[in-house]
């Protein structure tokens, strides 16, 4: 299988877009610069407002960049339009696609129409696909009674009818009870893993779902790219200690017994566990220089008559990675989202969060 | 893991994106078959247009029959009014179903996947003319028959082959008219269902659905000049009711027929263009690809 290994899957230049709007432009994407290669899960992560759709839509070919050049597979997004809707297709969460009047299997073969396979390969694609994504029992059943998550593993089945080169998944999960996101999750990731080569992007503003499925995330607020690498890469970037939580039978002394320890930053007493029998036991968080502190902890312990009940090691969230990028958390107001003063000159930032947060409205609807 | 899941019948993105004139040929044929595809099954499925579509149509044009017989009108005008409750059906079609089809398509998130898919988007407004034809076409029957059994309507035809090409051509250049609303009336957004509104009773009128438009002088002949409904209808009139005493100021049913052919021709090209600067412009405003503009 060739896979064209000198051509990037995507390839952004400095893409920006403006919406010229009333009362004043939308900046929506300042001048960002990205590469996937070929058969990687990329993640776009961002709070609503981030810029996260408007890049998926230049690159699925509805957008005109307002500046910059993307490529998908070497196709430019503005002048090859057709080569590009050829190899890719795009799930959006919330979709409501189709016509509620047809049957599951019907809406899917008329989609294969418009993908260009034959009649009756269609049809064998669309059993196949039905059965494929679990909806075996709802192939006869018309759009409209679906639920929600039948819904979207239909609009996956769709997505899949041409087998795209390249995946385009907005927000797939979004609206989506847990076992219905986590089936659409699993259905992403098995597809993807049948055959070498697939790429797909994900927008998502779920932090575990990146972590679950990308094997590269870019961190995007306010139309910019803030951070770009593997979860774990991301992750150690705000990973400066170690953090350990202890759980122990006792502690005499306290925490302030292990604090005097070589290497250790710091020792808090996280709480007191107490079942109404026998049994007690205190929680230590533990913040050490490395881990190879921890040996001179576990002895310490043993020294002073301490047994150690579990000890757990506390990883850094994609979220506290945000937190440290922005300052401030996925679901907290940004400054900027003030209303605009009309006397002063308006911010692109403000307007670039504004129109994200109406892209991500309208989405749902 | 399902087989499914496996299937990749190209080698390389390169060879999956580079298609044969004749692939791209079938896929928007395939694609006219695919969108035609949900009206002319709906049209088994919901069975309330037997009501609104059949019965509707068939009382508005009984109403007018009674009025010429209370007038003592030729009897060839229950005929006219007859053969104009048939095509009203078109016409409704053509204002509901596809002046207003792809703003409806965009509040539903399907026109964004139409324009994300491989085909041509004319492929997509073919397809729904022509589902839209197949529907309209048992209405229009069903009224016809029902009407010309109750009211006893005698046609005198002697030139058959012209009033069938006056009949799709007639269709043709009004799915094409229908082909440039569509276009014009997701430019126009939100006012789309005003519009529709705006173009039913003026376009009865001024077609002359329930009189031979003749009647109506230099208005008359403006809509012959301009509306496909009314130069087909007076050519069909002219054609089915041969041996009636036709007013005149109308042109021949041959002539009206070019006419047609050039309707035909110019909203075709003109639905292309159309549908050209709207892709470019919704690209370029994002109107098409963000909701919420």
Known sequence: MSLSPDLPAIDVRGIRRVYNVKPHPVVALQGVDLEVAPGEFFGLLGPNGAGKTTLIKILTTLLLPSSGTARIFGFDVERQTKQIRRIMNMVAGGEQSGYGILTVREQLWMFSQFYGLPSKDGWRRVDELIEAVGLGEQREQRVATLSTGQRQKMNFARGLLNDPWIFFLDEPTLGLDVSAARAVRELILAWKAAVPGRTVLLTTHYMAEADELCDRIAIVDHGRILALGSPEELKRRVQRESVFRLELDRLDGGPAALRRLPGVVGATSASIQDDGRERQSVEVNLVLEDDTALGGVVGALAGIGSHILALRKSEPSLEDVFVELVGRGFDEESDEHEPPDPDRTPDPRDTAHEAGEREEEQALV | ?293
Do not use: C
Request: charged letters at 15%; hydrophobic letters at 55%.
């Open chain 2, 1 to 293: 893991m399902s087989a499914a899941f496996n299937y990749r019948p190209t080698a390389s993105p390169q060879e999956a994106a580079a298609w044969t004139r004749r692939q791209i040929l079938a896929t928007d044929l395939r694609a006219v078959g695919g969108r035609a595809y949900p009206r002319v099954t709906g049209m088994f499925r919901e069975k309330s247009w037997v009501f609104f579509e059949i019965l509707l149509p068939f009382l508005a044009t009984s109403a007018f029959v009674f009025v010429y017989r209370a007038l003592q009108a030729p009897p060839e005008y229950v005929g006219f009014v007859v053969l104009g409750g048939a095509m009203t059906a078109f016409w409704l079609n053509v204002i509901w179903m596809m002046a207003q089809q792809l703003w409806w398509e965009k509040s539903q998130g399907n026109l964004e996947l139409y324009f994300a898919a491989p085909m041509n988007i004319m492929a997509v407004l073919f397809g729904m003319a022509v589902g839209g034809f197949v529907m309209s076409s048992t209405r229009a029957v069903a009224v016809l028959a029902i009407a010309t059994t109750l009211y006893g309507v005698s046609f005198a035809i002697d030139q058959w082959f012209l009033l069938i090409a006056v009949f799709f051509l007639t269709l043709a250049a009004l799915y094409g008219l229908g082909m440039v609303l569509a276009g014009l009336f997701l430019m126009w957004g939100r006012e789309a269902w005003h519009l529709t509104q705006l173009m039913i009773e003026p376009v009865y009128f001024v077609s002359g659905l329930n009189f031979p438009v003749g009647r109506l002088g230099i208005v008359g002949s403006l809509a012959i000049s301009l509306l496909p409904l009314a130069v087909g209808l007076d050519a069909m009139r002219q054609l089915a009711f041969a041996d009636a005493a036709y007013p005149l100021g109308t042109p021949s049913p041959e002539i009206e027929a070019l006419i047609l052919v050039g309707m035909t021709v110019f909203f075709l090209l003109a639905a292309r263009l159309t549908l050209r600067l709207l892709e470019r412009l919704a690209r370029k405003e994002g109107r098409l690809s963000v909701r919420w503009q």
